[in-house]
């Protein structure tokens, strides 16, 4: 398996799955940083925000409402902060975008 992502959305390794559409998944992240922290991919694999809004920005569109909704299911009606790293500089480390959501707690400002 080359990608993570690409092995959980083929239900070839297992995650927690909130939320899905035709063309997005959301799953928690095992390493949360915060009370909700859940990772919303696009099914197809693209490595970065970068990659996506260039081939189809309709589905950059897809997975930021997927995002949306997640967080309204969640329930953080007092806001939550969304994450796209892209590149290893910032800190990415499976290269098949996602999206964090993040919140349940305060987020402060700056992150890090």
Request: with cysteine; charged share 15%.
């Amino acid at each position: 398996m080359s990608c993570l992502f690409c092995g959980i959305v083929a239900r070839e390794i297992p995650a927690t799955i909130v939320h899905e559409t035709d063309r997005t998944l959301a799953f928690r992240d095992l390493n949360a940083q915060a009370p909700t922290h859940v990772l919303v991919i696009p099914k197809d694999h693209q490595p970065d925000a970068a990659a996506l809004a260039e081939a189809d920005p309709a589905y950059a569109g897809e997975v930021l409402a997927a995002a949306a909704a997640v967080a309204r299911q969640e329930g953080l009606t007092g806001g939550y902060r969304l994450v796209l790293n892209t590149g290893d500089d910032a800190g990415q480390t499976v290269h098949h975008l996602h999206v964090h959501v993040l919140g349940g707690r305060p987020m402060g400002w700056p992150p890090g």
